[in-house]
């Protein structure tokens, strides 16, 4: 593939990979045969046997347990449609693709849409680039930047690798572009997907990363310019709001995740973890229900929680607690083994960027998302993979240059 093909390819991943198709179906799953062809011919090596072999205790079990077939593998073929993507992203990564180049021009091409969706704001079809759904107690019909994708939190999760890179250039000084411009092309999109979620694990990783690093941060001027500045907006904006605003949409969601009113927080967080629980005991606690088996085990109990109609869309939105749904706490171990050896061995702290992905991922997974995640699984790759030297954090100390006469 070249560097047209790959342009190509993130523009379908990254703004119409759902665009026309089926609730579920994407355009990177109808890609796989090319992909694992590719794949094959880059490595020389075949990539699913190995990933079923990794799977087949907890399949066996599954069918043990019982399962309805058709719709394990109907999932299971969908999981491996991921995994391909994933290995074929990977190798991506390692290609020597100009990712500043790639990432530069996703993020003009993401703020022109913004700029057109805008205006749809206010007319009939506003659903092209809105979504229009009951935000928190006391907010009906909210409208949220979504996109051409099916959720406002997954856009904004799609836009969190632009944000980290473009972050990471400011930290460093090598940003090619004004810090005023990276300011408007990156926070303007965020704030009109009003995802909190990912607004909340952005900023808790960064925060982390700078208290890891504080001293060494600290000393960059511009980092310590950007926390004051940051700072002052924020508490500026606060203070005005509460005077002059103090029922807007945002003071009103906060106040009702602090108070536990707000539906959407609970069912990401420790209700999905409940309901995980309640679905498992109806198979396995240790080894899940197996793929596919939410809509069908587990819709009766979900319906019954939730008192949701018959015909609503089951899901458990929680990346962790889905894991554990399906694969039980057996497979939940697993993932974070997985993610935590993956951190040591590829020594994901060395670098801003890939220690900015992997804390908000990290993060993110017990706040929301789920197992089928393209967006989340691009920040795993990303994170662990070692192809952005650019903003690695070099040794604190430096070798002496001994001279001699």
Known sequence: MKINSFFLLAMVFFFLNSVGLPYGLQYTTLLTPIFYVWIIRKTGREPVLPFLLALMPFIIIHQVNGVDLSSYLVSLLNIICIYVFCVAFHL???????????????????????????????????????????????????????????????????????????????????????????????????????????????????????????????????????????????????????????????????????????????????????????????????????????????????????????????????ASAETIAILGWVGFGVRIFVELALFIYTRVWTNYYRLFLFMFIFLYQFTGSFITNLAEYVIWIMAFTDVFPQFAIQPRTQPVNIKTS
């Open 92 to 318: 991506f990564l390692r290609s020597g693709v100009d990712m500043e180049r790639l990432l530069t021009r996703l993020l003009y091409i993401n703020f022109v849409l913004c700029l057109i969706a805008i205006p749809f704001y206010f007319t009939p079809v506003s659903d092209i680039f809105w979504i229009q759904q009951f935000l928190t107690a006391g907010i009906r019909d909210f409208k949220r930047l979504k996109m051409f994708t099916y959720e406002a939190s997954y856009y904004s999760t799609l836009m969190v690798p632009l944000i980290f890179f473009f972050v990471s250039q400011m930290i460093l000084r090598i940003n090619k572009i004004r810090v005023s411009t990276l300011a408007v092309l990156l926070l303007v999109p965020l704030f009109m997907s009003f995802s909190l979620g990912v607004i909340s694990a952005l900023v808790i990783a960064m925060a982390f990363t700078y208290l890891l690093y504080f001293r060494r941060l600290t000393r960059k001027r511009r980092v310590f310019d950007f926390i004051v500045a940051g700072l002052t907006l924020l508490i500026t904006a606060t203070f005005v709001a509460f005077i002059f605003f103090p029922d807007n949409t945002l003071f009103v969601r906060i106040s009702n995740i602090f108070s536990g009113h707000d539906s959407s927080a609970r069912g990401r967080t420790f209700e999905a973890f409940e309901l995980a629980d309640k679905v498992n005991a109806l198979k396995s606690r240790l080894f899940g229900i197996g793929f596919g088996q939410v809509k069908k085990v587990g819709a009766e109990t979900i319906r019954q929680f939730y008192n949701y109609p018959p015909d609503y869309v089951i899901t458990i939105p929680n």
